[in-house]
């Protein structure tokens, strides 16, 4: 099994910078690919980014990009969302999630989820 902790929300002005981090324990040997989703209220939930194991192909859902970097430090077990440039619509909550595929950009693609942590960005 594999456990993800995730930090870094909390309530934001429009137009600032969070950075979310993503703490794995457990097996993780049988991570490969990681990513970031998030579900705003009555909505389902939404890719944002992923990132392959070394780190050197990064996606993004069109709406993130340019404003968010998805990055990983794999000695630490880690995984990173910095948000830039936060709009109201970015509000949400975020959840991290490992995949023991090598590239995986859809929910079910996906093993193990955190819980999640609220960004909110006020107008």
């Known amino acids: 099994q594999v456990q993800l902790v995730e930090s870094g929300g909390g309530l934001v002005q429009a137009g600032a910078s969070v950075r979310l981090s993503c703490a794995a324990s457990?097996?993780?040997?049988?991570?490969?690919?990681m990513g970031w989703f998030r579900q705003a209220p009555g909505k389902e939930r939404e890719f944002v980014a992923s990132?392959?194991?070394?780190?050197?192909?990064?996606y993004y859902e069109d709406s993130v990009e340019g404003r968010f970097t998805i990055s990983r430090d794999n000695a630490k077990n880690t995984l990173y969302l910095q948000m830039n440039s936060l709009k109201p619509e970015d509000t949400a909550v975020y959840s991290c999630?490992?995949?023991?595929?090598?590239?995986?950009?859809?929910?079910?693609?996906?093993?193990?989820w955190g819980q999640g942590t609220q960004v909110t960005v006020s107008s």
């Open positions: 999630a490992a995949s023991g595929r090598s590239i995986a950009t859809m929910p079910y693609q996906y093993e193990y």
């Open positions: 457990g097996r993780t040997f049988s991570i490969n690919a």
């Open positions: 990132i392959t194991w070394s780190g050197a192909s990064t």
